[in-house]
């Protein structure tokens, strides 16, 4: 089993940043893909980026450029830098990982963006 625990979310201007991490636990080693995923009401969960132990990395085309993701192997952290934020950024946001094909989901946290 593998363990995830989201924290940084919050209520900030548009415009503005925000910065999650995700602590993963547990059976960690073979875990490859990690990554972060929304979901706003009403809506289907997307996948916002990618990022694999090897550290190449995938957006969606509507976070490019404000987004970044990044890990820490030796703390089995991730994060996502949040920049520029918009309204409809608004969302839960769940940490995953890929460990032998299984994926694992944090218990997502929410974040607010106010126009």
């Known amino acids: 089993q593998v363990q995830l625990v989201e924290s940084g979310g919050g209520l900030v201007q548009a415009g503005g940043s925000l910065r999650l991490s995700c602590a993963l636990s547990g059976s960690i080693f073979a875990v490859n893909t990690m990554g972060w995923s929304r979901q706003a009401p009403g809506k289907q969960r997307e996948l916002v980026a990618s990022?694999?132990?090897?550290?190449?990395?995938d957006y969606a085309d509507s976070v490019k450029g404000r987004f970044t993701i990044s890990r820490d192997n030796a703390k089995n952290t991730v994060y996502l830098q949040m920049d520029s934020l918009k309204p409809e950024d608004t969302a839960v946001y769940y940490c995953y990982a890929n460990r032998n094909g299984v994926p694992y989901w944090g218990q997502g946290t929410q974040v607010t963006v106010s126009s």
């Open positions: 990022i694999t132990r090897g550290g190449s990395s």
